[in-house]
């Protein structure tokens, strides 16, 4: 019996030991902590924080490291993996501080150099980026990170053929290397050779076959390459490795988005916004599900809560309101609602005397509410700046609507008599019914063309580029459907509409940097007219980009006009100040209807035979100006209706603003 219960003993003692060494096994595999760790606290929270580290967990490695230096404040290695933590995060300046901190501890470890690298290009600190990183190569010239920070450095200047040079040459001396493969890929890519970007990242699937960040970025070269179904099937691979990887399930909506499976691009919406509340690009995207879904009310409800979030979102916020445009009633009190948001914002930047910004806040809140009381401000400010004549217009309106007050009356009855001597009381005209727009273009974005933030980036940048052609006098934006499937189809539907030019939106952009691209062709021939860039940073970056797109477009037009009215020597044109007509511009006269547009570029043909004169102006009012002709030739053969066009050196000549592509430096950037 004794015997029994010993073995028992015994049985139990082992198994007790078992189950203790299995405990410890398990903590160690999740928390792998070495031997020295086990007698330095420090130390453990440092294997701790490389242990979440290493599962994206950059909270906790925070955590861990900050835990870490509390207790040894010289931890090379634990500063500079808080600051690797830190530029993961985005937070860059606090990168900084602690990788500076950092190498003044480990001087000569080029790993922390390289770091200082990256986070001095995310700043955009560009000379001291590269000032290190060939202080770097001439100790290491083979030195791996700084051969890859230098290629970012050289995509960060805008320079990609050079940073292409540059990965080949890493990849020849280390040609299994998953990033620098990738970097070359994506590279590739973005000079439009699409092809070869497949070949690199296939090569790394196939060295690479278990890591779903290869999948990942291989299903965004596909998606670049319109080979939607295998990025799917990518994107699907890296979610099979990890299942918790935001970007991938962002990346996944964006995929079914694209392929028209909406319902399914919203499941991984839900999920992203599980994960991540305040990631403002499930929000939108899941929105644009429900619009093409047709529940345009369920969307706006989406966005509603969404601007809570953050309502400084451009993207959400145009979606919102255009959605509430075309789907609702002048009288629904939500447009009035949303419409004061930017009547404030208004108020703001006209106190600040930021006037351009101004008036585009008081015309998008007019667009939405066209009978705010507000009006009236955005009348003051025409008045202010010098436009009397519209301000007279503007306060009118408010007097049909019924608003008006008893200084009202008095404004327009002072101002009515003091225009009484304006040019158009003496030549007897209505500017507003004389005004006329002389060019029609088409303003389109791709359907496939999607940036890797927000889906349909470029039909929200177009509808805001065509909303603000609606203020250009020289410019009718043509009331098509922004969202074309193709060039081709854009083209159709520029041609068959009689469109002058048309013009295909795209956008690339990572979390704080925009850039627009507006590539301009003619309507009849779908040749090359012009290509305009805008790259903005910030807040307010879509407004001010695809504003700087219309003002280039807008000054490569030639400034046409037509001759109305004819006295003698003297005649009237329908263009003035608004069009920046200035006392001493000589215009030609051409012969109506004679005048053509350029098969290719931007220009206005006509013969030395239809050019009938010369028109030197005078004097100029706000929306017409008169002039004294000169005949061409020894007979008068100026009419009545013939064209004026101003002919200058640089008209044709477009000021072009090139950047670095913000999703590569993103892309790249990531890229760890």
Not at 28 to 34: A, R, T
Not at 388 to 403: I, S
Not at 588 to 614: C, T, W
Request: net charge neutral; proline share 2%; charged share 25%.
């Amino acid at each position: 019996m004794m015997s029994q219960i010993n073995t028992a003993a015994r049985r139990f003692n082992v198994n007790k030991i078992l189950l203790y060494f299995l405990s410890l096994a398990f903590i160690l595999l999740i928390f792998p902590v070495s031997l020295d760790a086990q007698q330095n606290p420090a130390a453990m929270h440092y294997e701790r924080g490389k242990f979440f580290m290493s599962d994206e967990n950059w909270y906790s490695a925070v955590e861990s490291f900050l835990e870490c230096l509390r207790i040894n404040p010289a931890h090379a290695e634990g500063t500079a993996s808080l600051a690797e933590c830190y530029y993961e995060l985005g937070e860059y300046d606090q990168a900084l501080s602690w990788v500076r901190k950092a190498r003044t501890l480990a001087r000569t470890n080029m790993t922390i150099a390289n770091l200082e690298v990256f986070t001095l290009i995310a700043l955009g600190n560009l000379d001291a980026a590269s000032s290190l990183v060939y202080e770097i190569l001439a100790r290491e010239p083979y030195n791996k990170e700084a051969l890859f920070a230098a290629g970012e450095l050289d995509i960060a200047r805008n320079r990609p053929s050079e940073a292409l040079l540059r990965y080949r040459e890493a990849v020849r001396r280390h040609p299994d290397d998953r990033r620098l493969l990738i970097s070359l890929a994506l590279v590739t890519l973005s000079l439009g050779d699409g092809a070869a970007a497949q070949n690199y990242i296939n090569s790394a699937l196939t060295q690479h076959s278990e890591d779903y960040r290869v999948y990942y970025y291989a299903a965004y070269i596909y998606a670049q390459n319109d080979r939607i179904h295998d990025a799917i099937r990518c994107a699907d691979r890296s979610l099979y490795y990890r299942p918790s990887h935001v970007p991938t399930q962002s990346l996944m909506a964006t995929l079914h988005y694209r392929n028209m499976q909406y319902e399914e691009s919203a499941r991984f919406c839900d999920m992203v916004i599980a994960a991540e509340r305040e990631n403002m690009s499930a929000w939108y995207l899941k929105s644009l599900c429900f619009i093409r879904m047709g529940r345009q009310s369920d969307s706006i409800s989406l966005l509603s809560n969404a601007i809570t979030i953050n309502e400084d979102d451009e993207f959400i916020r145009a979606i919102l309101e255009e959605t509430l445009i075309s789907s609702t009633n002048l009288e629904d009190p939500r447009r009035a609602r949303w419409a004061s948001w930017h009547f404030d914002r208004a108020r703001r930047y006209k106190a600040n005397n930021m006037i351009d910004q101004a008036f585009f806040e008081y015309r998008r809140g007019l667009r939405l509410n066209p009978f705010a009381a507000d009006r009236r401000e955005y009348a003051e400010l025409l008045r202010i700046q010098g436009y009397p004549a519209r301000y007279l217009e503007e306060l009118k309106f408010l007097q049909d609507q019924g608003m008006a007050d008893r200084s009202m009356n008095d404004a327009v009855e002072a101002y009515t008599s003091l225009l009484s001597n304006a040019l158009f009381r003496r030549w007897q005209v209505n500017p507003v019914d004389l005004a006329e727009r002389h060019y029609k273009i088409a303003i389109f974005s791709a359907a496939g063309q999607s940036s890797f933030y927000h889906a349909d980036a470029g039909t929200v940048a177009a509808s805001l580029i065509k909303e603000l052609l609606v203020h250009n006098r020289n410019i009718t934006p043509m009331n098509l459907e922004t969202r074309q499937q193709s060039f081709s189809s854009a083209f159709r539907q520029a041609r068959e509409s009689g469109a002058d030019y048309f013009m295909l939106v795209s956008v690339t952009e990572n979390e704080r940097d925009l850039s627009v691209k507006g590539e301009l062709f003619t309507g009849r021939t779908g040749t090359s007219a012009g290509t305009y860039y805008a790259y903005r940073t910030g807040t307010d970056r879509l407004r001010s980009a695809s504003k700087g797109i219309t003002d280039q477009l807008s000054n490569s037009m030639p400034l046409r006009g037509r001759l109305l009215i004819r006295r003698q020597g003297l005649a009237l044109i329908n263009k003035g100040k608004v069009d920046n007509v200035q006392t001493g511009m000589v215009y030609d006269v051409v012969k109506k209807g004679r005048v053509q547009i350029a098969n290719e570029g931007i220009a206005l043909l006509y013969s030395d035979d239809e050019l009938v004169g010369k028109l030197t102006i005078s004097d100029v009012d706000e929306e017409i100006a008169i002039g004294s002709l000169e005949r061409n030739g020894f007979f008068d053969r100026i009419e009545q209706g013939d064209e004026v066009i101003l002919k200058t050196e640089n008209t044709l000549k477009a000021i072009n603003e090139s950047s670095a592509n913000p999703e590569l430096r993103a892309l790249l950037r990531t890229l760890r």
